[in-house]
């Protein structure tokens, strides 16, 4: 049962859970309009403490395309925050105002200690360099609409594998379907952390760790391209020396399957030549339409069913 419930870490949902919220988001795909009444007289507060355009708007656009409305703010400098106010109080104030919650912070825990005052449904839109569990339901809708299953797979994620909060969500909600083989593709710098390959693998014959994308672009189902995330890094002449360490274009792609898929979160920088969005393989535009019917399908099912 979803209802009433927070969403802050991709390990908060089960299988099942997982295949329920699927399941709604592919019908509400068939017959939007079956849908468009279903939050009538909810609100939705959408709080950024950090920049977003896909996340923000695409709940945005949810909580309207289902009939609700939305209140909220786009950067911690419009909000009382600039005049000290604490996340307690923020998050309490809000409760008062609205049924639902994303939130994005640029703290790692932040979401948890949200999570801990939170009167209404808390969503975790992304917790610093933590988790980004809503990117996850929308990668797996990507996955599932494309490949129409989560099983069997063998997937690279490429890129900055250290700071990139959506692969260390999507590593460990993979881990948990049917054979799926890893390759984590990055400089030594960027190596995803310990702490999330312990949570996600039981041994290191789990995964195999490469630096060059070239090496192993012929193996993989699905290619998880990710940004150098220039906001959390320490010194600027690290993230200089590392931002173009992968450049996917036209000729990487001759080397890949017909069919395998490529993904990213977005925003790119240059990790993708745009001469790849012509690609049939490059899905990364329609995931961005896939996160918003992902997070109406999670907006419905944390609001209650009985509101279908
Ligand atoms: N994928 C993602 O989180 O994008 P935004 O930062 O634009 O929300």
Redesign the pocket.
Same mark, same amino acid.
């Given at each position: 049962m979803l209802k009433g419930r927070n969403l802050i870490n991709p390990d908060d949902l089960s299988v099942d859970e997982i295949y329920e919220i699927m399941t709604l988001a592919q019908k509400i795909i068939k017959s939007p309009m079956e849908y468009s009444n279903i939050c009538k007289g909810r609100i939705l507060g959408t709080l950024f403490f950090e920049?977003?355009?896909?996340? @923000?708007l695409s709940f945005e656009a949810a909580m309207h395309r289902l009939g609700g409305s939305v209140i909220g703010f786009s950067e911690s400098a419009s909000s009382s925050t600039s005049k000290g106010e604490s996340l307690s109080d923020t998050i309490r104030t809000v409760c008062a105002y609205s049924d639902i919650i994303a939130m @994005?912070h640029p703290k790692e825990g932040s979401a948890h200690l949200a999570a801990s005052v939170t009167t209404v449904p808390l969503i975790n839109?992304?917790d610093g360099g933590h988790y980004?569990p809503t990117?996850t339901l929308?990668d797996l809708l990507t996955i599932i609409e494309s490949k129409n299953t989560f099983d069997n797979l063998t997937i690279g994620l490429c890129g900055d594998l250290k700071f990139g909060r959506?692969v260390h969500s999507l590593l460990k909600t993979m881990k948990k379907f049917e054979n799926n083989k890893f390759i984590l593709i990055s400089p030594t710098e960027l190596k995803i952390p310990n702490y999330v390959k312990a949570l996600a693998f039981k041994g290191d014959d789990e995964y195999v760790e490469v630096e060059k994308l070239e090496d192993v672009i012929d193996q993989l189902d699905i290619l998880y391209m990710t940004r150098v995330q220039k906001e959390r890094f320490f010194n600027e002449a690290d993230y200089v020396r590392l931002k173009d360490s992968y450049i996917l274009n036209s000729k990487k792609m001759q080397m890949a399957k017909k069919d395998m898929i490529v993904l990213h979160?977005?925003?790119r920088v240059n990790e993708i030549s745009v001469e790849v969005d012509e690609d049939p393989r490059a899905v990364y535009f329609d995931q961005v339409k896939y996160?918003m019917y992902a997070r109406m399908s999670l907006i419905i099912k944390l609001l209650g069913e009985e509101i279908c």
């Amino acid at each position: 049962m979803l209802k009433g419930r927070n969403l802050i870490n991709p390990d908060d949902l089960s299988v099942d859970e997982i295949y329920e919220i699927m399941t709604l988001a592919q019908k509400i795909i068939k017959s939007p309009m079956e849908y468009s009444n279903i939050c009538k007289g909810r609100i939705l507060g959408t709080l950024f403490f950090e920049p977003s355009t896909r996340t @923000r708007l695409s709940f945005e656009a949810a909580m309207h395309r289902l009939g609700g409305s939305v209140i909220g703010f786009s950067e911690s400098a419009s909000s009382s925050t600039s005049k000290g106010e604490s996340l307690s109080d923020t998050i309490r104030t809000v409760c008062a105002y609205s049924d639902i919650i994303a939130m @994005r912070h640029p703290k790692e825990g932040s979401a948890h200690l949200a999570a801990s005052v939170t009167t209404v449904p808390l969503i975790n839109a992304g917790d610093g360099g933590h988790y980004h569990p809503t990117q996850t339901l929308t990668d797996l809708l990507t996955i599932i609409e494309s490949k129409n299953t989560f099983d069997n797979l063998t997937i690279g994620l490429c890129g900055d594998l250290k700071f990139g909060r959506t692969v260390h969500s999507l590593l460990k909600t993979m881990k948990k379907f049917e054979n799926n083989k890893f390759i984590l593709i990055s400089p030594t710098e960027l190596k995803i952390p310990n702490y999330v390959k312990a949570l996600a693998f039981k041994g290191d014959d789990e995964y195999v760790e490469v630096e060059k994308l070239e090496d192993v672009i012929d193996q993989l189902d699905i290619l998880y391209m990710t940004r150098v995330q220039k906001e959390r890094f320490f010194n600027e002449a690290d993230y200089v020396r590392l931002k173009d360490s992968y450049i996917l274009n036209s000729k990487k792609m001759q080397m890949a399957k017909k069919d395998m898929i490529v993904l990213h979160p977005l925003p790119r920088v240059n990790e993708i030549s745009v001469e790849v969005d012509e690609d049939p393989r490059a899905v990364y535009f329609d995931q961005v339409k896939y996160g918003m019917y992902a997070r109406m399908s999670l907006i419905i099912k944390l609001l209650g069913e009985e509101i279908c």
